[in-house]
C-alpha cells in the first residue's frame, strides 16, 4: 500500500512539472513579426490592465468629441487627470522599454505613435484617437523644449 501511495503521489508530481513545463512560453526569434508582438505583449498588457478604466473611457467617448454636449464635456473634464497621467506613464515608461526591444530591429516609433497604436489595439477610434494623437504631439513637442 505504501509502494502505491508513493508511485501515485511520483506520478501526480511528475504530471505537474510536466504541465507547467508546457505552460512555460518561448521567446519566439527576435525580429520577426511574432517577436514584435510578444515583446509588445509582455510591455503593453500589464500598463492596459493598469488603465483598463481610462482606456474604457475613451473607447466610450468615441464619436461624441467632435461635438460634445455638456454630458461628454464633463466625462472629458473628470477623466483629464487620469488620462494625462496614464498618457505620460506610457511616455516614460513603456515607450523607452519598447523602443529598446526594437531597437534591435529598426528604428523605434515616437510615443504618440505607440500609444496611438496600443488603444486602437484596445478597440479606442475615430475622434478619441485624433484627440490623443494632438495631445501626444504637444507632450512631445514639451519635452523636445525640455531638452
Known amino acids: 500500500m505504501r509502494y502505491l501511495t ?20 518561448l521567446e519566439p526569434e527576435p525580429c ?18 493598469k488603465y483598463r478604466s481610462e482606456i474604457d473611457t475613451l473607447r466610450d ?6 461635438n460634445p454636449g455638456m454630458l461628454t464635456t464633463l466625462r ?7 488620462i494625462l497621467e496614464m498618457a505620460r ?8 522599454e519598447i523602443q529598446s526591444a526594437m531597437a534591435q530591429c529598426a528604428q523605434p516609433g515616437k ?9 486602437k489595439r484596445e478597440g479606442v477610434e475615430g475622434d478619441a484617437i485624433a484627440w490623443i494623437e494632438t495631445l501626444g504631439a504637444l507632450m512631445e513637442t514639451a519635452a523636445e523644449t525640455r531638452n
Do not use: H
Not at 513579426?33 to 490592465?49: E, N, S
Not at 510615443?111 to 488603444?119: D, I, K, Q, T
Open 61 to 66: 467617448l468615441s464619436g461624441e468629441l467632435d
Open 111 to 119: 510615443a504618440s505613435e505607440l500609444l496611438v497604436a496600443m488603444l
Open 6 to 25: 508513493m508511485r501515485l503521489g511520483g506520478t501526480v508530481l511528475l504530471c505537474a512539472v510536466l504541465a507547467l513545463a508546457g505552460c512555460a512560453t
Open 89 to 96: 506613464e506610457f511616455t516614460e515608461v513603456a515607450v523607452p
Open 76 to 82: 472629458m473634464v473628470n477623466q483629464a487627470d487620469s
Open 32 to 49: 520577426t513579426p511574432q517577436w514584435v508582438d510578444y515583446k509588445t505583449d509582455q510591455i503593453v498588457d500589464p500598463f492596459v490592465r
